[in-house]
Protein backbone atom coordinates (compact mmCIF):
# COMPACT_ATOMS: atom_id res chain seq x y z
CA UNK A 1 0.00 0.00 0.00
CA UNK A 2 1.42 3.12 -0.75
CA UNK A 3 0.62 7.26 -0.60
CA UNK A 4 2.61 9.58 -2.58
CA UNK A 5 2.10 13.13 -0.89
CA UNK A 6 3.18 16.25 -2.39
CA UNK A 7 5.85 17.87 -0.65
CA UNK A 8 3.21 21.21 -0.67
CA UNK A 9 0.65 19.32 0.62
CA UNK A 10 2.87 17.47 3.33
CA UNK A 11 4.04 21.09 4.52
CA UNK A 12 0.26 22.62 4.64
CA UNK A 13 -1.50 19.02 6.80
CA UNK A 14 1.61 19.32 9.27
CA UNK A 15 0.75 23.97 9.35
CA UNK A 16 -3.07 22.76 10.32
CA UNK A 17 -1.96 20.26 12.71
CA UNK A 18 -3.59 17.70 10.23
CA UNK A 19 -1.40 15.16 9.26
CA UNK A 20 -2.41 12.17 10.66
CA UNK A 21 -5.95 12.17 11.18
CA UNK A 22 -8.24 9.78 9.17
CA UNK A 23 -9.15 10.57 5.38
CA UNK A 24 -12.16 9.00 3.62
CA UNK A 25 -12.04 8.84 -0.39
CA UNK A 26 -15.80 8.54 -1.20
CA UNK A 27 -17.21 10.94 -3.39
CA UNK A 28 -15.81 9.85 -6.85
CA UNK A 29 -15.80 12.58 -9.54
CA UNK A 30 -15.28 10.07 -11.82
CA UNK A 31 -18.25 7.77 -11.26
CA UNK A 32 -19.94 10.01 -13.89
CA UNK A 33 -17.55 10.78 -16.14
CA UNK A 34 -16.35 9.42 -19.66
CA UNK A 35 -13.28 6.38 -19.34
CA UNK A 36 -11.38 5.57 -21.70
CA UNK A 37 -7.66 3.40 -22.68
CA UNK A 38 -5.80 6.35 -23.49
CA UNK A 39 -2.47 3.79 -23.93
CA UNK A 40 -2.64 0.58 -24.77
CA UNK A 41 -4.90 -2.23 -26.31
CA UNK A 42 -8.36 -2.35 -24.41
CA UNK A 43 -9.59 -5.75 -22.91
CA UNK A 44 -12.22 -4.66 -20.59
CA UNK A 45 -14.15 -1.50 -20.96
CA UNK A 46 -12.15 1.30 -18.83
CA UNK A 47 -15.58 2.23 -17.58
CA UNK A 48 -15.71 -0.35 -15.13
CA UNK A 49 -13.24 1.52 -13.21
CA UNK A 50 -15.63 4.21 -12.33
CA UNK A 51 -18.14 1.68 -11.20
CA UNK A 52 -16.59 1.25 -7.02
CA UNK A 53 -16.57 -2.29 -7.42
CA UNK A 54 -13.74 -4.52 -7.51
CA UNK A 55 -14.96 -7.58 -9.50
CA UNK A 56 -15.56 -6.14 -12.79
CA UNK A 57 -12.19 -4.25 -13.51
CA UNK A 58 -10.14 -2.33 -16.62
CA UNK A 59 -7.76 -4.61 -18.57
CA UNK A 60 -5.37 -3.58 -21.22
CA UNK A 61 -2.32 -5.27 -23.00
CA UNK A 62 0.60 -2.93 -22.78
CA UNK A 63 1.54 -0.54 -25.86
CA UNK A 64 4.90 -1.70 -27.17
CA UNK A 65 6.87 1.22 -25.82
CA UNK A 66 5.61 -0.07 -22.18
CA UNK A 67 3.20 2.18 -21.59
CA UNK A 68 -0.59 1.45 -20.24
CA UNK A 69 -3.11 4.58 -19.12
CA UNK A 70 -6.78 4.39 -17.96
CA UNK A 71 -8.12 8.34 -18.62
CA UNK A 72 -11.48 9.65 -17.12
CA UNK A 73 -13.04 12.88 -18.73
CA UNK A 74 -14.93 14.95 -16.38
CA UNK A 75 -17.04 16.55 -18.34
CA UNK A 76 -15.50 20.01 -17.20
CA UNK A 77 -13.01 21.02 -14.97
CA UNK A 78 -13.10 20.50 -11.64
CA UNK A 79 -10.46 20.50 -8.17
CA UNK A 80 -9.23 17.31 -7.63
CA UNK A 81 -6.54 16.92 -4.88
CA UNK A 82 -6.53 12.87 -4.99
CA UNK A 83 -6.45 10.41 -7.07
CA UNK A 84 -6.69 6.52 -6.03
CA UNK A 85 -6.52 2.87 -7.69
CA UNK A 86 -7.06 -0.25 -6.03
CA UNK A 87 -7.73 -3.78 -7.00
CA UNK A 88 -4.50 -3.35 -9.53
CA UNK A 89 -1.50 -5.22 -10.49
CA UNK A 90 1.02 -2.62 -11.12
CA UNK A 91 3.29 -4.57 -8.59
CA UNK A 92 2.64 -8.45 -10.66
CA UNK A 93 3.94 -6.49 -13.57
CA UNK A 94 6.60 -4.30 -11.84
CA UNK A 95 5.03 -0.90 -13.13
CA UNK A 96 6.17 2.57 -12.19
CA UNK A 97 2.64 4.11 -11.67
CA UNK A 98 2.07 7.84 -12.12
CA UNK A 99 -1.02 10.09 -12.01
CA UNK A 100 -1.46 13.10 -14.29
CA UNK A 101 -3.95 15.98 -15.47
CA UNK A 102 -4.27 17.73 -18.44
CA UNK A 103 -7.34 20.34 -19.48
CA UNK A 104 -7.61 19.14 -23.24
CA UNK A 105 -6.46 15.45 -22.95
CA UNK A 106 -4.18 15.67 -25.66
CA UNK A 107 -0.31 14.12 -26.26
CA UNK A 108 2.15 16.18 -24.58
CA UNK A 109 -0.40 18.46 -22.29
CA UNK A 110 0.16 15.91 -19.07
CA UNK A 111 1.26 17.29 -15.59
CA UNK A 112 2.07 15.08 -12.99
CA UNK A 113 1.11 16.26 -9.41
CA UNK A 114 2.67 14.03 -7.01
CA UNK A 115 5.83 11.74 -7.89
CA UNK A 116 5.72 8.47 -9.22
CA UNK A 117 6.12 5.59 -6.90
CA UNK A 118 7.00 1.32 -7.94
CA UNK A 119 4.41 -0.66 -5.52
CA UNK A 120 6.16 -3.98 -3.89
CA UNK A 121 2.10 -5.25 -3.18
CA UNK A 122 -1.14 -4.69 -5.01
CA UNK A 123 -2.55 -2.55 -2.56
CA UNK A 124 -4.50 0.47 -3.06
CA UNK A 125 -2.31 2.94 -4.70
CA UNK A 126 -2.95 6.84 -3.74
CA UNK A 127 -1.76 10.41 -4.92
CA UNK A 128 -2.45 13.27 -2.32
CA UNK A 129 -1.57 16.93 -3.43
CA UNK A 130 -2.77 20.85 -3.64
CA UNK A 131 -5.63 20.61 -5.40
CA UNK A 132 -5.53 21.23 -9.33
CA UNK A 133 -8.64 22.48 -11.59
CA UNK A 134 -8.69 19.90 -14.41
CA UNK A 135 -10.55 18.18 -16.80
CA UNK A 136 -9.03 15.39 -17.85
CA UNK A 137 -7.40 12.45 -15.32
CA UNK A 138 -5.23 9.25 -15.85
CA UNK A 139 -3.17 6.68 -14.08
CA UNK A 140 -0.68 5.47 -16.24
CA UNK A 141 1.16 2.05 -16.09
CA UNK A 142 4.91 1.94 -17.28
CA UNK A 143 6.70 -1.20 -17.19
CA UNK A 144 9.47 -2.96 -19.61
CA UNK A 145 7.74 -5.78 -20.40
CA UNK A 146 5.05 -4.93 -23.34
CA UNK A 147 2.63 -7.44 -23.98
CA UNK A 148 1.48 -7.77 -20.25
CA UNK A 149 -1.80 -6.97 -19.03
CA UNK A 150 -2.80 -3.87 -16.72
CA UNK A 151 -5.70 -4.28 -14.09
CA UNK A 152 -7.39 -1.74 -12.12
CA UNK A 153 -10.60 -2.55 -10.79
CA UNK A 154 -11.19 0.89 -9.10
CA UNK A 155 -9.97 4.53 -9.27
CA UNK A 156 -10.70 7.37 -7.78
CA UNK A 157 -10.70 10.98 -8.99
CA UNK A 158 -11.74 13.36 -5.90
CA UNK A 159 -10.70 15.22 -2.64
CA UNK A 160 -10.59 13.55 0.75
CA UNK A 161 -13.30 13.83 4.26
CA UNK A 162 -10.49 14.56 6.79
CA UNK A 163 -11.72 13.75 10.33
CA UNK A 164 -11.08 16.14 12.59
CA UNK A 165 -9.79 13.93 15.42
CA UNK A 166 -7.06 11.19 15.07
CA UNK A 167 -7.23 8.16 16.59
CA UNK A 168 -5.72 7.59 19.91
CA UNK A 169 -6.48 3.60 20.70
CA UNK A 170 -8.63 0.94 20.05
CA UNK A 171 -7.83 0.34 16.15
CA UNK A 172 -6.58 -3.02 15.13
CA UNK A 173 -4.45 -1.91 11.78
CA UNK A 174 -4.33 -4.63 9.18
CA UNK A 175 -0.51 -5.39 9.35
CA UNK A 176 -1.37 -8.57 7.39
CA UNK A 177 -4.67 -10.34 7.15
CA UNK A 178 -7.08 -10.17 10.43
CA UNK A 179 -9.15 -12.92 9.30
CA UNK A 180 -7.87 -16.16 8.37
CA UNK A 181 -9.29 -19.16 8.15
CA UNK A 182 -7.41 -23.00 8.52
CA UNK A 183 -8.18 -26.18 7.82
CA UNK A 184 -5.86 -28.33 9.90
CA UNK A 185 -5.47 -31.62 10.09
CA UNK A 186 -4.44 -33.74 13.05
CA UNK A 187 -3.85 -37.46 13.99
CA UNK A 188 -5.48 -39.61 16.51
CA UNK A 189 -2.42 -39.30 18.71
CA UNK A 190 -2.55 -35.12 18.32
CA UNK A 191 -0.24 -34.63 15.93
CA UNK A 192 -0.18 -32.06 13.45
CA UNK A 193 -0.49 -33.37 10.22
CA UNK A 194 -0.54 -30.39 7.92
CA UNK A 195 -2.81 -27.28 7.77
CA UNK A 196 -4.22 -25.07 4.69
CA UNK A 197 -5.13 -21.34 4.66
CA UNK A 198 -9.12 -21.80 2.98
CA UNK A 199 -9.66 -17.71 3.37
CA UNK A 200 -8.29 -14.51 4.42
CA UNK A 201 -9.06 -11.09 4.83
CA UNK A 202 -9.35 -8.08 6.81
CA UNK A 203 -11.59 -6.30 8.52
CA UNK A 204 -11.43 -2.69 10.74
CA UNK A 205 -13.02 -1.09 13.14
CA UNK A 206 -12.35 2.60 13.59
CA UNK A 207 -13.68 4.91 16.63
CA UNK A 208 -13.98 8.74 16.25
CA UNK A 209 -14.74 10.19 19.52
CA UNK A 210 -14.77 13.74 20.66
CA UNK A 211 -16.72 15.02 17.21
CA UNK A 212 -17.94 18.72 17.12
CA UNK A 213 -22.09 17.95 16.43
CA UNK A 214 -21.71 20.31 13.44
CA UNK A 215 -19.48 17.93 11.65
CA UNK A 216 -21.68 14.58 12.05
CA UNK A 217 -24.81 17.25 10.90
CA UNK A 218 -22.83 19.04 8.04
CA UNK A 219 -23.91 18.33 4.60
CA UNK A 220 -20.30 16.76 3.75
CA UNK A 221 -20.52 13.55 6.37
CA UNK A 222 -23.94 13.22 5.57
CA UNK A 223 -23.54 12.30 2.23
CA UNK A 224 -20.79 9.96 3.21
CA UNK A 225 -23.09 8.37 5.54
CA UNK A 226 -25.50 7.53 3.62
CA UNK A 227 -23.26 6.27 0.76
CA UNK A 228 -21.40 4.02 3.53
CA UNK A 229 -24.74 2.94 4.99
CA UNK A 230 -25.50 1.64 1.49
CA UNK A 231 -22.99 -0.15 1.00
CA UNK A 232 -20.28 1.72 -1.00
CA UNK A 233 -16.85 1.34 -1.34
CA UNK A 234 -14.34 4.12 -0.16
CA UNK A 235 -10.40 4.51 0.36
CA UNK A 236 -9.48 4.68 3.89
CA UNK A 237 -5.97 5.71 5.82
CA UNK A 238 -6.10 6.28 9.55
CA UNK A 239 -2.72 7.66 9.93
CA UNK A 240 -1.59 8.75 6.33
CA UNK A 241 1.68 10.24 7.00
CA UNK A 242 2.87 8.06 9.14
CA UNK A 243 2.44 4.64 8.21
CA UNK A 244 0.72 4.55 4.85
CA UNK A 245 -1.86 2.32 6.10
CA UNK A 246 -4.03 2.44 2.67
CA UNK A 247 -7.27 0.51 1.73
CA UNK A 248 -10.70 0.20 -0.40
CA UNK A 249 -13.07 -0.38 2.25
CA UNK A 250 -17.09 -0.61 2.57
CA UNK A 251 -19.64 -1.40 5.49
CA UNK A 252 -19.14 -5.18 7.10
CA UNK A 253 -21.19 -4.62 10.16
CA UNK A 254 -23.62 -2.28 12.05
CA UNK A 255 -24.66 0.82 10.15
CA UNK A 256 -23.02 4.38 10.34
CA UNK A 257 -24.75 6.52 13.34
CA UNK A 258 -23.10 8.73 15.25
CA UNK A 259 -24.16 8.93 18.97
CA UNK A 260 -23.94 11.38 22.01
CA UNK A 261 -20.91 11.08 24.07
CA UNK A 262 -22.16 13.17 27.38
CA UNK A 263 -19.18 14.88 27.29
CA UNK A 264 -19.77 18.52 26.48
CA UNK A 265 -21.70 18.40 23.31
CA UNK A 266 -19.40 15.85 21.54
CA UNK A 267 -20.55 12.68 19.49
CA UNK A 268 -18.79 9.96 18.57
CA UNK A 269 -19.33 7.15 15.42
CA UNK A 270 -18.10 3.92 14.40
CA UNK A 271 -16.65 2.80 11.03
CA UNK A 272 -17.10 -1.18 10.93
CA UNK A 273 -15.64 -2.24 7.12
CA UNK A 274 -14.19 -4.84 5.02
CA UNK A 275 -11.11 -4.21 3.62
CA UNK A 276 -10.02 -5.28 0.21
CA UNK A 277 -6.79 -7.04 1.19
CA UNK A 278 -5.13 -8.39 -2.28
CA UNK A 279 -7.32 -11.32 -2.45
Known sequence: MTIVINP?????????????NPIILWDNLGAGG????????EIN????????????QWK???????????????GSAQDVSFVAIAA??????????????SATGLAGSWT??????????NQAIGWYFPAVNARYWRVYFNTATAGQEAIAGVVFVGNPLTVEQRIYQGYKPPITPTEVALQSNVSEGGHLLGSSMVKKASTAS????????????????KAFQNHFNAGGGFFWAWRPT???????AWRSGSALAPENMGIKDYMSATLEMRLYDEP
Open 34 to 41: TWSTDLGT
Open 45 to 56: SAAYAGTGTTFD
Open 112 to 121: SPAAATIPTD
Open 88 to 101: HNAADIAATMTTSY
Open 206 to 221: ASFTHILPTTFRGASW
Open 60 to 74: ATVHASGDAAIEVDL
Open 8 to 20: TTASALSTAGTSN
Open 242 to 248: KYGDFYY
